[in-house]
């Protein structure tokens, strides 16, 4: 190991010097923040859950929601890889989230203006549950989840459709914002 260590030192020095020595331009560091950015859109290209944000107006105020979009592809929901009674973090990856510029109203009960993670809790039948938490940036959705953070609960009545919506959207339109994935349709009432 000793006959290694001055040859290590010098390409160690080596590397120091030669990172030093070319200083780095504007133009550099530009070209290296955009390759970093394709890099990154890539790397959401390679999701198979593609994030999601949209964006409007509900009742004349600024309104977002950011999800990941997962798909059906085949598999049972409901009650299996979305068990009934149990916070979901409604969507994939990271937790969804809402960001309301202004004070709102969700299902009739005052929502103050700022940033939510979305959940909700999914029932075989009756009512869900839907949870806006103070938690917002959970990247790992509802493993992170805190019920001491939840800000405000509301029950949704869920509808069951014929069609089926491949890939879980969340639309800005009436009455607010609308959740759909596979035969569900949760209309969710914001003003």
Partial sequence: MKTYQPILAAAFIAIVFASCSEPKTTESSESEV???AMEAATAEDARPSPLMVKEGQIAGKAFKVQYGSPAVKGRELWGDLV???????????????VDL????????KKLAAGKYSLFTIPKETGPWTVIFNSDW????????????NDVLRVEVNPVWEDSIEESLSMEIEN?????????????????
């Avoid at 009455?175 to 003003?191: M, Q």
């Fill in 34 to 36: 955009a390759e970093e």
């Fill in 175 to 191: 009455p607010g914002i609308v959740i759909r994935w596979e035969k569900l349709k949760l209309p969710i009432t914001i003003n």
């Fill in 83 to 97: 068990p009934y009674n149990v916070v979901w973090r409604t969507g994939a990856n990271e937790a969804s989230y």
């Fill in 101 to 108: 510029a202004e004070d709102m109203t969700v299902e009739g």
């Fill in 137 to 148: 940036d959970l990247e790992h959705g509802h493993f992170q989840y805190d019920e001491k």
